[in-house]
């Protein structure tokens, strides 16, 4: 069974931190790529980060302004995202995804590309 769990959403202050974890079950091989997404009211779900599960390449936009990290922890078979210097514009709902082959012709920041995914954290930022 394959399945995804995001933890750790919840209200901060503007300029606050915060650490969301998605834990992950099933077989290694169908979490080649797992990434974070977020989608505020109104908006279309964006990509944020993803991290290869082999050797912790990083696939980014930039969209964050090196405000947020993602990391890995293949041990506990658990993917983090750090977000400092949290702002209002940050509030949504925060969606892990696991891709389970490696990118051909699909964009790492499409959610398209992506196979599995969580059922959300909320993170909700104040002024």
């Known amino acids: 069974q394959v399945q995804l769990v995001e933890s750790g959403g919840g209200l901060v202050q503007s300029g606050g931190s915060l650490r969301l974890s998605c834990a992950a079950s099933?077989?290694?091989?169908?979490?080649?790529?797992t990434g974070w997404f977020r989608q505020a009211p109104g908006k279309e779900r964006e990509f944020v980060l993803a991290?290869?599960?082999?050797?912790?390449?990083?696939y980014y936009t930039g969209s964050v302004k090196d405000r947020f990290t993602i990391s890995r922890d293949n041990a506990r078979n658990t993917v983090y995202l750090q977000m400092n210097s949290l702002k209002p514009e940050d509030t949504a709902t925060y969606y892990c995804?696991?891709?389970?082959?490696?990118?051909?012709?699909?964009?790492?920041?499409?959610?398209?590309?992506?196979?599995?995914w969580g059922q959300g954290t909320q993170v909700t930022v104040s002024s």
């Open positions: 995804a696991s891709r389970s082959r490696p990118f051909y012709s699909e964009t790492y920041y499409g959610e398209s590309s992506y196979d599995y």
């Open positions: 991290i290869r599960r082999s050797d912790g390449a990083i």
């Open positions: 099933g077989r290694t091989l169908d979490h080649y790529v």
